[in-house]
């Protein structure tokens, strides 16, 4: 198992926000969501762990259900400083890793870190059975200052040049074998090393003798320390989100937030396409990759802001428990369904009519929805049936229903002989 293990306990005074900088929001989001972000969706992080400052430990849990970090399963107490807090987090973990998994630490304060980093440091942990730092080469001229006084300090020089090509940069994650951490520790509070070092990992591995493995790192992924960082990360979130404004137009946009039911979504989109019908991914989470319920990543075709919507003749919502409900706290979906509902078409499937319910969409009109959710259809005449058509809105009962709910869009969009022409071809009997 591969453990993600974000150190959130520091107060970031360096900052001056008056909060810990892993919690200051950039663009109406914490620092620490964009940081645990890349760790939930990497394909080799199985669980995460947040070791975080102690007023905020309820916080971390709703930011898990905000942003839907399903792989964030635990939340420690964090320490008075980094070696503290990682040593939480290890003891915290006695009882739930094995010797053999491998344990990464990150910075919460580190939002810039890429997948192809976090795959390589737990790559080089295992092939060395030991540790890896994520490290990148020193491009900077540099020389040894005459003092520890900062740079700019008045009287502080340089006599002797360092060679930069010997100089490796090292940075989180750091990834250690679980039982190689715990033996490692132990060692420095038998010996009294800990009390001697400063109070970092690589630090202690330096007075212990320990051999560090270097990973791939990035230059970019710096940890957020001063206010200019902050206005840089910034930045970096409007460049990503420029880069992700793709408009997309079609016959018909479907809406995907996290936790979306992935045969409500895709066989939709799928048999919309096969009748030559243009359809639209668009994602309502801020970012073009949506995780399903089943923790499948879809890239989608783009954000739903950007979406063009004068040409679209239908919206469509799939179901499923958790993204019907990131689905109703998006403003836009409630906006543009009453909008689609007052003059085109709207359809949606298992647990998400009742978003149509809430938006008083169905209100005297029949409809469908999933057993479970048959509480929250007010004003709606609800049908036990899997698929309800009144007008212009088209209601599905659940994953079953899906592939006649989708035909019944097709019929309605392109004709029911495009729709029979594709049923023939994929061999559907009803």
Known sequence: ??????????????????????????????????????????????AILVVCVKPYVDYIWKLKEQ??????VWVTEGGATFQ??????????????????TVLF??????????????????VCKEVGTNAISSTDYYLLSGEKKSTDTVLAS????????????????????????????????????????????????????ALGKRIYFSKGSQTNIKITTKDDLKLFEGFVLQQQRNS????????????????????????????????????????????D???????????????????????????LPGGRLGTENLGKSDLVREKCLEFAGGKMVAAVC???????????LDGRKATVHPDFRDRMAGAAVFDESVVADGNVITGQGLGATIPFAFEIISSLAGSDTAERIKKAICYRE
């Open 84 to 101: 503290e807090s990682v040593m939480n987090g290890m003891n915290f973990l006695r009882d739930k890793a094995d010797r053999n998994d």
């Open 245 to 288: 404004r793709t408009e997309a137009s079609g016959d018909v946009i479907v809406f995907l937030a996290d936790g979306f039911e992935e045969c409500e979504g895709l066989l939709v989109v799928d048999l919309l396409r096969r009748a030559g019908l243009k359809t639209v991914m668009a994602s309502v989470m801020g970012r073009r």
């Open 351 to 361: 647990a998400a009519p009742s978003l149509l319910a809430s938006f008083g969409i």
């Open 67 to 72: 942003y839907g970090f399903d792989k964030l």
């Open 155 to 206: 009287g502080n020089y340089t006599e002797k040049y360092i060679d930069r090509d010997t100089i490796a940069v090292m940075n989180s994650p750091h990834a250690f074998q679980y039982g190689f951490l715990v033996d490692m520790y132990r060692e420095a509070v038998e010996t009294g090393v800990i009390e001697t070092v400063e109070p970092h990992t690589t630090t202690l591995m330096y």
């Open 1 to 46: 198992m591969n453990i993600a293990v974000i150190l959130a306990g520091g107060v970031g005074n360096r900052v001056g926000a008056g909060i810990p900088k892993q919690f200051i929001e950039i663009l109406g989001k914490p620092v620490l969501a964009y940081t645990i972000e890349p760790f939930n969706r990497h394909p080799d992080v199985d």
């Open 290 to 316: 949506v995780k399903s319920s089943r923790g499948i990543l879809i890239q989608t075709d783009c954000l739903a802001e950007n979406a063009d919507y004068e040409k679209a003749r239908m919206i469509v």
């Open 106 to 123: 990150h910075f919460g304060a580190s939002p810039f870190v890429t997948d192809d980093v976090i795959a390589d440091v737990i790559r």
